[in-house]
């Protein structure tokens, strides 16, 4: 259900993700972000608000921790699965390359 909820959200950003704008942990921790600063509607909100804490440092990185043993399955669970959807995006990106896609131009 809460994975559900995440894979929606993170397809919605796959051109960032391949185009290197951002990275799939990043999204996930924007996703977070957004769930737990909105009120709490429906059982994926309550339970992340519940499992999961997030904090920010200046440099704008956050840290994701789980509030209870199963808060930190949870996150876990959310860090595979962005990691896991990241290297299936840039694996298929990959399969219609070619070796000279990747060759350097030295005539500049």
Not at 14 to 40: M, Q, S, Y
Not at 96 to 104: E, G, I, L, R, V
């Given at each position: ?36 600063n909105?009120?709490?509607k ?67």
């Amino acid at each position: 259900m809460i994975l559900s909820e995440f894979a929606k959200y993170l397809q919605q950003h796959d051109n960032e993700i391949i185009t290197n704008k951002t990275t799939a942990t990043k999204v996930l921790c924007n996703w977070i972000k957004f769930v737990i600063n909105k009120n709490p509607k429906n059982n994926v909100d309550k339970i992340v608000h519940r499992e999961i804490m997030l904090a920010q440092n200046k440099q704008n990185d956050y840290i994701i921790v789980g509030k209870s043993e199963s808060g930190r399955i949870l996150v876990n669970a959310l860090a595979n699965y962005a990691l896991s959807y990241e290297n299936f995006l840039m694996s298929r990106w990959l399969e219609n390359k070619k070796p000279k896609d990747f060759n350097k131009n030295t005539d500049l």
